[in-house]
């Protein structure tokens, strides 16, 4: 392994939208809202590991059991001696499944605004994909993003963006992230997991689970604006609510003030009413239909598909075209 690639490289200024500023803009709108980029700190991110081993969130075992199912057909459509390039924080289990599969990987690229998280990335790789090139980039993928070329020939590239993190955005920015993927990309495809529209009550129950972790997730960012901004929420005057919008396809969070109390961040105070709410995230559902026809838009041409037998999950082998 060339240690030169390896540590963590800077490629864009992702500290530019920081959590303070994110925050104070958010909650000076008239619906307030903060960031679901700012979920996963330390604490946020085993929280969010906890979700994915619940009984009620069906779509991790689910996409990596896809992905190990179809892992040959996935590596021969990846093909010889590519560059994976992960968009994002990914699972490190998700990724050994593809490096296994892969055909001779040349180089393995995470992408991801926390270098901590790299650099942990590349400590757990190194040992076991020895002639694996690790080209840790500290990056944020929501902005056009190009990746300097690996010296000698030249090496395909195929994009993975797993978890359907894609569903975290409405649909326009959703097309146009997948845009500005298929132009890092350079002609190479994207492998892509996207989470199905299904039954409301499997959806509500996978987002509001009876041991209350995604309540403790959400409310995380309170505890987290408390520790890292000296802000005095309370997160207990808060309630984790997480309805499904069936008209918009998407799982809607919020945390919802119960009572009117007021906060103060950053030397300035905000004033909730007794049942506003501050909106965390969305979480976008796409039939297989709508996704392979919102990628076609974007530029792409959907190719495979894989699903499980329930329709619970998806996930996507999109070529540039
Ligand atoms: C990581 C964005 C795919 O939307 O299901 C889990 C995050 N939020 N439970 C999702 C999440 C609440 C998750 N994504």
Redesign the pocket.
């Known amino acids: 392994m060339d240690t030169n690639l390896a540590r963590p490289q800077t490629i864009a200024s992702p500290g530019q939208n920081s959590f303070a500023d994110s925050l104070l803009n958010g909650l000076r709108k008239s619906s307030k809202e903060i960031a679901?980029k700012y979920?996963y700190d330390e604490a946020g991110s085993r929280l969010?590991d906890a979700?994915?081993d619940l009984p009620e969130?069906y779509?991790t075992r689910t996409e990596m059991a896809l992905l190990a199912r179809h892992a040959a057909e996935i590596a021969a459509l990846m093909g010889d001696g590519a560059e994976i390039v992960e968009f994002g924080a990914g699972s490190l289990r998700k990724v050994r499944i593809l490096l296994d599969a892969a055909r001779n990987p040349r180089a393995y690229t995470p992408l991801d605004i926390s270098g901590d998280y790299l650099r942990h990335v590349v400590r757990s790789l190194a040992a076991d994909y020895p002639a694996l090139i690790l080209r840790p980039l500290v990056a944020d993928f929501m902005l056009p993003l190009e990746i300097p070329h690996l010296p000698g020939a030249d090496t395909p590239r195929a994009g993975f963006f797993p978890?359907?993190?894609i569903?975290?955005f409405k649909p326009d920015a959703a097309m146009a992230l997948l845009r500005r993927m298929r132009a890092t990309l350079g002609g190479g495809g994207l492998l892509i997991g996207v989470?199905l529209v299904k039954d409301p009550a499997r959806l509500h129950a996978?987002?509001n689970d009876a041991a209350g972790i995604?309540a403790l997730?959400?409310k995380n960012l309170l505890v987290r604006a408390n520790r890292e901004l000296g802000a005095d929420f309370d997160p207990d005057g808060f309630a984790h609510y997480?309805p499904y919008n069936a008209a918009a396809h998407r799982?809607e969070?919020y945390l919802v003030s119960l009572k009117r109390q007021s906060v103060t961040l950053c030397g300035q105070r905000f004033e909730f009413a007794q049942g506003e709410p501050v909106h965390t995230?969305?979480?976008h559902k796409y039939t297989i239909e709508s996704f392979r026809e919102m990628a076609a838009r974007a530029g792409f041409n959907p190719r495979a598909v894989w699903t499980d037998q329930d329709r619970l999950f998806s996930v996507h082998w999109l070529e540039s075209r």
Do not use: V
């Open positions: 679901c979920f969010f979700i994915c969130y779509q978890g359907s993190t569903g975290n989470d996978a987002y995604t997730f959400n997480a799982i969070m995230e969305d979480s």
